[in-house]
């Protein structure tokens, strides 16, 4: 590059850091001088600034917005950047860059639009854009693809379980279920009838059915409903409440003689029922 005179613009910068680098480390043998614009002439390329070429960072014009896909289907991500020089469009899928020609669903359009054809479930994720050039770089909003499979009727991840709990301790009945749409859950007690409006009774976001400070009368069978639109599953259950045995009557002290009858009466209750002995001593 010696005694070469250039045209510097933005286009430039690339060079001017590389010469800056060799003259910070003592090398002299490369240099070049600016011809135009005439406000620079002569100057070393080495010592121009990004500023003095009117040169902008990238601004982004048009940002990305989260999309819902359903199997094989074609995504597009938009995204617009202005900034002189014009610039670079990369795409970064869970903050790791996309690498187009190693997917050839993937295709980076003239306007930096991301295309992803044939959509699968490795695709889903969180997208940004990150728009670049020789005088900075900036990115877009997060965005998120969420994907979706064929439509699949519901089918049970964890079924209920019949479960013991004693009087005044939580109980959990855990049912999960998958499917395309999201299955929703649904319980009923007993002969399928609805639930009762119990704040202590709730549907924990899993889809497990929790009941807090169990009484006697929570004693039953559950059914466990896993509904979306191509049909629909069930599963049953029983939570079975056991309660400490409790004396309802008592036996008092008595004073006989000998000879006669004696009755200490003595009655208990719980569940399962009580077996009631008697001890001497």
Known sequence: LDSNALHCDCEILWLAELLKTYVESGNAQAAATC???????????ATITPEELNCERPRITSE???VDVTSGNTVYFTCRAEGNPKPEIIWLRNNNELIMKEDSRLNLLDDGTLMIQNTQETDQGIYQCMAKNVAGEVKTQEVTLRYFGSPARPSFVIHPQNTEVLVGES???ECSATGHPQPQITWTKGDRTPLPSDPRITITPSGGLYIQNVKQEDSGEYTCF???SIGNIHATAYIIVQALPQFTVTPQDKTVIEGQTVDFPCEAQGYPQPVIAWTKG
């Open 64 to 66: 990305p917005q989260d």
């Open 226 to 228: 896993a509904t979306n």
């Open 35 to 45: 011809e135009y614009p005439r406000r620079i002439q002569g100057r070393s390329v």
């Open 171 to 173: 109980v959990t009945l």
